[in-house]
C-alpha cells in the first residue's frame, strides 16, 4: 500500500519532466501510475470482500503513538477503487482537454498530488496519519482551485476553500487528540473496539462536535457549503475528480469510518441526520436556479453529499447500504457529467444554460452519454441511480425517530433532481438553437471516460451482482458485522415505489412549469438567501485580518525598550504569583558562608550596578557594566566554573569594544528621560532583581526525585564520549538548540556582509 501511495507521489514529482518531453500524451502516460495501482488492489479484492484485513505498520513517532500505518478493509478498499479507477479516466480526459491550457505542468503534478493525498487519506490506519493526508488534500485542492492564479476570483476561491476546509481541519485534529488521550491509541484498528469508552466519557459531546466541524467544513455541509460553488474556478477536470471521488468526499469517508467508534448514539444521530438532510434539500433546490452548468453540477453535488450525511447519521444497516451505494451512483453520474460541461464549454465557448440548445445533432456521443448520466442522477430506471434512490426511501421509511421529516426532504430534493436533470438535458441538447459557428464532437479523450461511467451505470443496474460483493465488505466495515446486499431494478409494488412515482410527478411539473416557477424561485431566493454567507465570511476574514493589524501596529511598535520593559512586567508577575502561589517553603538564615573576598566582589558588583543607573556619561556607564560583569566572572572562578568565566570575560570584552565603537555615535538619551520614567524603570529592574534572588533561594529548597543534572553526570562520557559537562550539553545533549544558534549567527552574519557589501557598492558608485 505504502508503494502505491508513493508512487503517484513519484508521478507527481515526474509529471514536469513528461509534460515537457511527451506534450501531447502526458494525461495518458500519467494515468498509468494509478492504473498500475488500481491493478494492485484488483488483486486483493477476492480476500477483502471475504472479510480479510490488510495492515502495514511502522514506527514514527513512538513517544506519542503516532505510526505510519495503513489498513485496507472493504471501506479503503471502494473508496481506493473510486480514486484511483475515476483517477485515470479524469487524467484521460485531461490529456484533450487541458492540451491548449496553460499550466500544464503544474496542473498534472498537483492533480498527482491530490490523488496520492486522498489514496493516503482513505488507506491511513493511524488517526494523525490520517490527518496528514487530510490535510495535504486541502493545500493540493487550494494548489488546483488556484491554478488560474493570474485571475484574482480564481486566487479567492481557493483562499476561500482553503480558510474553511482549515478551519475544520483543526478542530478535527484536536478531536483527534481527545480521542487518543481516551483510548490511549491513535490505530484504527484498535479504536475499532473502543466504542463503549468513547461514547461514555464526559469529553464525548465536545470531541463529536469537533470531528464533526472538519468533516462539515471538509464535505461542504451546510452552512459551509458555500465554498464548493466558488471552487468552480478551478479547471473542469479538477471539478470532475474532487466532486466524484475526492476531497468533498472526504468528509463522508470519516464518518463512515468513525461510525462503528462514535457513533450509534442519539446526538450523533441528530445532528449529523438534521445536517445532512438541510444540505441536501438546499442543494437540491439551488441547483434548479443556477445558470452555469458548472454551477449547477456543484450546488448537486452539495446535496447529494448531505444525502450522504443524512445516511450515514441514521446508522441503520439499510441506511449505510443506502449510503455507500448512492456515493457509487453519485461518483459515476458526478464525474460524467462535469467532463461533459467541460467538453460543451470548449466546443461551444459557453457554459451558460439559456446560451445553449440544439447540440444533439452536433454532439451526438455527448448526448447520448449525458442523458445516461442524467436519468441516474434524476433516479430513473433503467439506471444504477434508481435502485440507489429506492434504497434511500427504504432507509427513511424505516429510520427510527427521524422517519417523517426525513422521507419529506428526500421526496422533496428528489423531485428538484428530477427537475433539474429534464432541464439540464433539455436546454443543451433539444432546446431550438442555430450556431453560428460549427462545431463538431469531440476527440475519444473527451468522450471515452464520461462513455465508461455511463455505462458502467447502465450495465451495474442491470447486472448488479459484480457490484454486491463490494458494497457487502464495504457495509459490513462500517457496521462491524458482516451483512448481505441483494441488488435489483425492481422491488415490486410497494410504498417506496408509489413515493418515487410521486417524485418524478413533481419533478416533472417542476420542468413544465419552469416558466411560472423559476422567477418565483429567484424571488424566493432573494428573501430566502439575502445573506450570503461567502460574502459574510470573506468579510469576517476582513475584519479578523484589520484587527491583526491593529494589534500588530500596537504590540510591535517598534521601541525595543518597551519590548523589554513589557517582557520583565508579564513575566515577573506571573512567576510572583507561582512562588506565592506555591509557597510552602520558609526563609532560613542558615546559609552558606561567604569569604571575605566574594563578599568583597559582591559589593563592588552592586556598586557598580547602581553607578550604572545614576551615571550622566555613557562611557562612565559602559565602564561600570564591565566592572560588573568582571566581577561575577570573578565570582565564577571562585566557585569552580572555569569555562562560563571564561565565556563571560570574551562576552565582556565583546560588548565593552561594541559599546564603545557604537553608544558614542548616539544621540544623548538621558536627557529625554524624566524622573517618573527613571522611577518606573528602577522599579522594574528591582523586581526581576528581587525574583531571581527568591528564585535562587527557591531552588535551594526543590527535592527533586532525580535531578538532571544526574543524569547529564553520569551520561556525558557514557552517550558523548567528553569528560567536559558543559560542552558535552552543547553539541549533544543540545545539539540542535546548538546547531539552531550556529545558524541563526551564520545567517545574520551573511545579512550584515551582504548590507555592507551594498553599502560599499552604493559608494563606490
Excluded at 513528461?18 to 506534450?23: S, V
Excluded at 502516460?29 to 479484492?45: C, N, V
Excluded at 453519485?330 to 444554460?353: C, N, P, Q
Excluded at 431550438?432 to 460549427?438: E, F
Aim: charged share 10%; with cysteine; net charge positive.
Amino acid at each position: 500500500m505504502l508503494l502505491s501511495i508513493s508512487s503517484i507521489f513519484l508521478g507527481a514529482a515526474l509529471a514536469s519532466f513528461i509534460a515537457r518531453k511527451f506534450t501531447k500524451n502526458v494525461g495518458i502516460l500519467l494515468a498509468i501510475i494509478p492504473l498500475s495501482s488500481l491493478g494492485y488492489f484488483l488483486s486483493l479484492y477476492e480476500k477483502v470482500r471475504h472479510g480479510k484485513v490488510f495492515t502495514t505498520f511502522s514506527p514514527w513517532v513512538d513517544a506519542l503513538n503516532i505510526n505510519l500505518s495503513f489498513y485496507l478493509d472493504g471501506l479503503s478498499m471502494l473508496f481506493t477503487l473510486l480514486i484511483l479507477g475515476i483517477g485515470v479516466l479524469v487524467l484521460v480526459y485531461s490529456n484533450g482537454y487541458m492540451r491548449h491550457h496553460d499550466g500544464k505542468s503544474k496542473f498534472y503534478s498537483y492533480m498527482m498530488l491530490f490523488m496520492g493525498a486522498m489514496l493516503g487519506l482513505v488507506l491511513a490506519g493511524n488517526l494523525i496519519t490520517l490527518y496528514v493526508f487530510w490535510e495535504l488534500t486541502g493545500i493540493t485542492s487550494f494548489l488546483l482551485i488556484g491554478l488560474k492564479h493570474t485571475q484574482k476570483a480564481a486566487r479567492a476561491a481557493a483562499l476561500q476553500a482553503l480558510l474553511v476546509t482549515e478551519l475544520g481541519g483543526l478542530a478535527l485534529l484536536t478531536g483527534f487528540i481527545i480521542i487518543g488521550n481516551i483510548s490511549g491509541s491513535y490505530e484504527i484498528s484498535e479504536l475499532l473496539t473502543g466504542h463503549e469508552a468513547l461514547t461514555n466519557s464526559p469529553l464525548y459531546t465536545p470531541l463529536l462536535l469537533l470531528v464533526l466541524l472538519g468533516a462539515f467544513t471538509k464535505s461542504a455541509q451546510f452552512p459551509f457549503h458555500f465554498w464548493l460553488p466558488s471552487a468552480m474556478k478551478a479547471p473542469t477536470p479538477v471539478s470532475a475528480y474532487l466532486h466524484s471521488a475526492a476531497m468533498v468526499n472526504a468528509g463522508i469517508y470519516l464518518l463512515a469510518r468513525l461510525n462503528p467508534v462514535l457513533g450509534n448514539t442519539e446526538m450523533w444521530q441528530n445532528v449529523v441526520t438534521f445536517f445532512g438532510g438541510i444540505t441536501m434539500l438546499a442543494g437540491a433546490y439551488l441547483s434548479l436556479t443556477q445558470k452555469d452548468l458548472k454551477a449547477i453540477l456543484a450546488y448537486v453535488t452539495i446535496s447529494a453529499l448531505g444525502i450522504l450525511m443524512m445516511l450515514i447519521g441514521i446508522g441503520t444497516f439499510l441506511s449505510v447500504k443506502a449510503a455507500l451505494l448512492y456515493l457509487v451512483v453519485h461518483a459515476l453520474y458526478k464525474a460524467t457529467l462535469f467532463m461533459v460541461a467541460g467538453t460543451i464549454d470548449e466546443k461551444t465557448g459557453t457554459r451558460h444554460i439559456d446560451q445553449l440548445g440544439g447540440l444533439w445533432s452536433k454532439m451526438p456521443v455527448t448526448m447520448a452519454i449525458s442523458v445516461l448520466a442524467l436519468l441516474s442522477m434524476a433516479g430513473l430506471p433503467p439506471m444504477l441511480g434508481y435502485i440507489s434512490k429506492e434504497f434511500i426511501y427504504e432507509a427513511g421509511q424505516q429510520a427510527p425517530g427521524v422517519s417523517g421529516y426525513v422521507l419529506v426532504f428526500s421526496i422533496l430534493a428528489n423531485a428538484f433532481m428530477v427537475a433539474v436533470s429534464i432541464l439540464f438535458g433539455y436546454k443543451i441538447f433539444f432546446k431550438k438553437k442555430s450556431w453560428t459557428k460549427p462545431i463538431y464532437e469531440a476527440g475519444y479523450t473527451f468522450w471515452a471516460g464520461p462513455a465508461l461511467l455511463a455505462a458502467l451505470s447502465l450495465i451495474l443496474a442491470l447486472f448488479p451482482q459484480p457490484l454486491e460483493p463490494l458494497l457487502e465488505a464495504s457495509v459490513g466495515a462500517v457496521k462491524a458485522t458482516p451483512i448481505r446486499v441483494d441488488l435489483k431494478l425492481w422491488h415490486g409494488f410497494n410504498v417506496v415505489f408509489i413515493l418515487s412515482l410521486v417524485t418524478v410527478a413533481i419533478g416533472i411539473s417542476l420542468f413544465w412549469s419552469r416558466k411560472l416557477a423559476l422567477p418565483l424561485f429567484e424571488k424566493l431566493n432573494k428573501r430566502l438567501f439575502y445573506i450570503d454567507l461567502a460574502h459574510v465570511f470573506n468579510k469576517t476574514i476582513d475584519y479578523l485580518i484589520t484587527i491583526a493589524k491593529k494589534n500588530t501596529s500596537f504590540f510591535q511598535h517598534g521601541y525595543y525598550r518597551i519590548y523589554i520593559m513589557v517582557i520583565f512586567i508579564v513575566a515577573s508577575a506571573l512567576v510572583w504569583y507561582q512562588l506565592y502561589s506555591t509557597w510552602t517553603w520558609q526563609f532560613t538564615a542558615d546559609l552558606s558562608p561567604v569569604s571575605y573576598y566574594a563578599l568583597a566582589i559582591i559589593i563592588i558588583i552592586c556598586i557598580a550596578g547602581i553607578a550604572v543607573a545614576v551615571s550622566r556619561s555613557r562611557l562612565a556607564a559602559i565602564i561600570t557594566i564591565g566592572v560588573a560583569g568582571f566581577g561575577i566572572a570573578l565570582l565564577y572562578i571562585i566557585y569552580g566554573a572555569i569555562d562560563l568565566a571564561i565565556t563571560q570575560i570574551f562576552v565582556e570584552v565583546l560588548t565593552l569594544v561594541l559599546f564603545i565603537m557604537v553608544f558614542h555615535k548616539l544621540p544623548v538619551f538621558s536627557k529625554h528621560l524624566s524622573r517618573t520614567s527613571k522611577a518606573r524603570d528602577a522599579f522594574i529592574a528591582s523586581t526581576v532583581g528581587i525574583l531571581m534572588a527568591a528564585l535562587v533561594i527557591k531552588a535551594d529548597h526543590l527535592n527533586l526525585s532525580y535531578p538532571v543534572s544526574n543524569y547529564i553526570a553520569q551520561n556525558s562520557f557514557k552517550e558523548g564520549h567528553g569528560r567536559n559537562i558543559v560542552n558535552v550539553i552543547l553539541v549533544d545533549f543540545r545539539a540542535f538548540d546548538t546547531l539552531g544558534e550556529v545558524l541563526v549567527i551564520s545567517i545574520a552574519s551573511l545579512g550584515i556582509f551582504s548590507l555592507l557589501k551594498i553599502k560599499k557598492s552604493k559608494t563606490s558608485h
